[in-house]
């Protein structure tokens, strides 16, 4: 056992994003992730550009370590192998809309009779319960609806989605930590249990200190820009040529700062003395710095606030993230091979592990690659059984 | 056993948010976690405001079920009964800055050697290793140089912070799964092993598409605001009373869309029939979507969306969020009674487990509450033994 998950088999029913950045996770981490996909179409994502080659970059960002298999779920045949295949594996995790898997006739209920030890996983937009739950969504649709556009933006400014998709992919997290949980519940007890995640009550348990505030104070929150909403100065400022995020986020670093950058005089000075008073003088404060900082380049300053330990950074664009030498040093960008369309630069597995670390060791596959591989180890079959279901057209 | 971590002994150095997050995840699933703070002065994040009472909101919100127990590190009868204690632990986690804990005499190296079972997880900026491994850090360094502000904000617009700290959340998450990783490996093997989670490492991995894109083209992605790349209508509209998220993904929805806003005479045109056209043709569609749309209430298009089978939501405000149907269906508003400070609403427990669902059973802890009642259960010591201890000022 080289691998924390090895050993953990997954039949992953998932597409596009929250379900296969779950099942992506579990794979990094040595799980054996099976993909079964409809025949011919696939994952949707399959479809999504852009392309290297004739396979989707999107897709095989989130699909690597993971193997395919191809079966469809709507033929009587299809539905009785997958229930076959559920009797030897440990987690089946979906992300249809609530409802779906129930109308196949392979809802939670009747994979429990087959099963009692399975975790099934469900995440969806609204949950399987609840009176949005069949409803339709997107990322976009949970972070409005979520609160997390509510708080991002420029100060006074639109309300704004976050670039990434978070509401997938916090519930793949979430799902994730369920799936983990739910499987050392089953290893202590024999029991199985289904773990629902909504991607809606996800983005309320990331709204973090947003919630307190306005529970305390009745206070809507809103856009705070980039500015810290209490400490000063913590936000970007202009250098010469390009933005520095900075973060003085006490009193002590307040001195380190001034030092740092030559505002020596402002030590002392009573009306700055304290988070406090330099947050009540802020219109006066930020000047004086922002005619400072103007003068040397972004670089000239990261050396100088690192020399005096001031919290600081660029503001890296995605091109400068993958070739700073910090995600570097941690081996988080792999460039993976992939046996028909060549090379893709993708992030590395951010759960470093002293003992069992994990790490991209497969491209993701073609549609249908491993159908026989996956019929032979799970279910046992022969090659002769695989070419009569294969005349059935399930696959 | 009721819940699916019951049972696991969390020894919890963490504090204010990336830490404090993972241990909450942790002890909503039933884990128990016993939080070690500094005497006097406690977490960090005990001095952070709102205040109910004297209790700080911004901890109360993070620290539910778990217990708290003083005990100064920098002594060393404080270093010796943490050693005692991790023998008698499963996990024990902290979010120093990398270092710390070896200048304190307890780093991984030291604590294995007590406990070769013991996980020990840390949280920080930018991890255990690399050129950057010593320097502090802030959530907005991390969503600065972790390229997620480069991808967040209005078009040709600032760069953007995402307005909850997700570079704290995003890191407690990854640790919470490193965690429970780690622990299947060690219930099969009975080797326990270090698990490192830089913030930054983290920033990366949930950039999602947005690496495969650059990847494949080599064009720098920038921030798009509220509107989807490439899939159209898919953003915000104006209402007559507000605005509208509408999420149109397919050409299917583009006729339901056009039938449930009596567009329909545009379902037939040659320039909006495929999403490609649409996108094209972005520029002569919006305003026709836009003038219907303006003359509705959010409410009036939320029903008639609904009825029509179109994604759509209403852009939340925390307010709306805490009052919305689905999420109190969900009982993802949870009610704490604290002893002292009385109420306060904070977010449910977002994994909904079937056999073994995680509750807020217990306020955050005054500093101090439990640590007689710690010691009396890890250490087995009794009222006199306690005692003595106490007269050496460690606690």
Redesign the interface.
């Known amino acids: 056992?080289k691998?924390?998950?090895e050993g953990i088999k997954v039949l992953d029913l998932t597409r596009v994003?929250a379900g296969p950045y779950a099942t992506m996770?579990l794979a990094d981490?040595g799980a054996n992730v099976m993909k079964v996909e409809m025949p011919v179409k696939g994952d949707d994502s399959r479809h999504?550009?852009?392309?290297?080659g004739d396979e989707s970059?999107?897709f095989?960002?989130?699909n690597r370590n993971k193997r395919s298999m191809t079966l469809n779920l709507k033929t009587e045949k299809g539905k009785e192998l997958l229930k076959e295949m559920i009797k030897n594996v440990d987690v089946v995790i979906e992300n249809f809309r609530p409802g779906t898997m129930e109308k196949l006739g392979l809802g939670?209920d009747v994979l429990k009779e087959v099963n009692p030890r399975i975790i099934y996983a469900a995440a969806s937009g609204?949950?399987?319960?609840?009176?949005?739950?069949k409803?339709?969504?997107?990322d976009?649709?949970?972070q409005?609806?979520?609160?997390?556009?509510?708080?991002?933006?420029?100060e006074d400014?639109?309300?704004?989605?976050?670039?990434?998709?978070?509401g997938d992919?916090?519930a793949g997290?979430?799902a994730?930590?369920?799936i983990?949980?739910?499987?050392?519940?089953r290893?202590?007890?024999g029991?199985?249990?289904?773990?629902?995640?909504?991607m809606?009550?996800?983005?309320?348990?990331?709204?973090?200190?947003?919630?307190?505030?306005?529970?305390?104070?009745g206070e809507?929150?809103?856009?705070?820009?980039?500015r810290?909403p209490?400490i000063v100065p913590?936000?970007?400022f202009d250098a010469s040529d390009g933005?520095i995020?900075i973060?003085v986020?006490n009193d002590a670093l307040w001195v380190k700062f001034c030092n740092a950058t030559e505002l020596d005089h402002l030590i002392n000075k009573e009306e700055f003395k304290t988070n406090p008073l330099r947050n009540n003088n802020y219109r006066i404060l930020r000047p004086l710095i922002a005619e400072k900082i103007v003068k040397k380049t972004v670089d000239e300053w990261i050396e100088i606030f690192?020399d005096g330990?001031v919290?600081?950074?660029?503001?890296?664009?995605?091109?400068?993230?993958?070739k700073?030498?910090?995600?570097l040093?941690?081996d988080?960008?792999k460039e993976v091979e992939h046996p028909t369309a060549g090379k893709?630069?993708?992030?590395?597995v951010?759960?470093?592990?002293?003992?069992?670390q994990g790490d991209v060791v497969m491209a993701s596959p073609i549609l249908g690659q491993h159908t026989d591989e996956i019929l032979k180890e799970i279910l046992d079959l022969n090659d002769n059984e695989i070419e009569k279901l294969k005349k059935e057209n399930i696959f």
Chains 1, 2 share one sequence.
């Open positions: 056992m691998q924390s998950l994003l996770v981490l999504f550009g852009p392309y290297v970059a999107y095989m960002s989130l939670y609204f949950g399987h319960s609840g009176p949005y739950s409803r339709p969504a997107y976009a649709i949970v409005a609806m979520g609160g997390i556009m509510s708080i991002t933006g420029q400014g639109e309300f704004t989605r976050v670039g990434t998709s978070v992919i916090t997290l979430f994730t930590i369920g983990l949980a739910a499987l050392r519940y290893d202590e007890t029991i199985g249990q289904k773990v629902d995640i909504a809606l009550d996800t983005q309320l348990a990331i709204l973090e200190n947003a919630v307190a505030r306005y529970a305390v104070d809507i929150p809103a856009p705070k820009g980039n810290h209490s913590f936000e970007p933005k995020m973060a986020g690192n330990g919290p600081n950074g660029p503001i890296n664009t995605v091109d400068k993230v993958l700073d030498p910090q995600i040093a941690r988080m960008v893709l630069l993708m992030p590395g951010p759960i470093k592990m002293s003992e069992t």
